[in-house]
């Protein structure tokens, strides 16, 4: 009877032991699978990545795109500068939170740089100047709407939204400069007196 469970624990040990054992080998193809699925996914990002960004411009500066040859010239010169660094940085953004601090300081820059201008419209007498501050405002919104867009967005769209704001803003600030700002260059010597006490922005 002794030598019956003695057996009988044997091939309980047994099957624990197989079971186990196929357990742990069903685990690990599992882990394998899901590992070579991510390492998958993260090579098909990265091309996906690699291969938006090459719709990025780079926006270079240009005596075309001159307005006074003073402050407002150096206010877009280092708006052209903060946008084509957020640029280069796009295929680094996994996360909305990488894509924060680059899109605080465009923020805080644009609305010192149009506050800036709107003061020195006023103080030269710029006959548009209405117009031209609500044409700051529908800019605002719509980067502000892409900004909302990019604190939602995940590590799957986060470069889709990144370029999309990208290329808003290399397209608002060229067309903005050639389109708008040029219209105050008759206005310039007018602007000369306040414009020459303004402080850089700090940033």
């Known amino acids: 009877m002794g030598d019956y469970i003695y057996l009988i624990l044997l091939v309980f040990i047994a099957v624990v032991v197989v079971i186990v054992g196929l357990k742990i080998k069903s685990a690990q193809k599992k882990r394998g699978a ?13 091309a996906r990545r690699a291969e938006l960004t ?5 926006v270079s500066w240009d005596p075309k795109f001159s307005v006074d040859e003073g402050i407002i010239d150096q206010d877009h010169q280092f708006l052209f500068n ?24 465009i923020t805080k820059y644009t ?5 800036r201008e709107i003061k020195l419209q006023k103080a030269a007498g710029f006959l548009h100047i209405e117009e ?9 919104a719509k980067y502000n709407g892409l900004v909302q867009k990019a604190t939602k967005a995940n590590e799957d769209t986060v470069t ?12 608002w600030l060229v067309k903005h400069v050639l389109e708008n700002d040029l219209a105050m260059k008759p206005y310039v010597d007018k ?13």
């Open 160 to 171: 889709d939204v990144a370029v999309e704001i990208g290329a808003f803003l290399e397209e």
């Open 82 to 105: 903060l946008i084509n660094k957020f640029n280069e940085n796009i295929p680094k953004y996994q996360t909305p939170s990488q894509l924060v601090p680059a899109l605080t300081l």
């Open 54 to 58: 090459k719709s990025i411009k780079k």
């Open 111 to 115: 609305q010192n740089h149009f506050a």
């Open 191 to 203: 602007m000369r007196d306040t414009a020459g006490k303004m402080d850089q922005i700090a940033i």
């Open 132 to 140: 031209h501050h609500q044409q700051h405002n529908d800019l605002i």
């Open 34 to 46: 899901e590992e070579y699925t991510a390492s998958l996914k993260a090579k098909k990002l990265a």
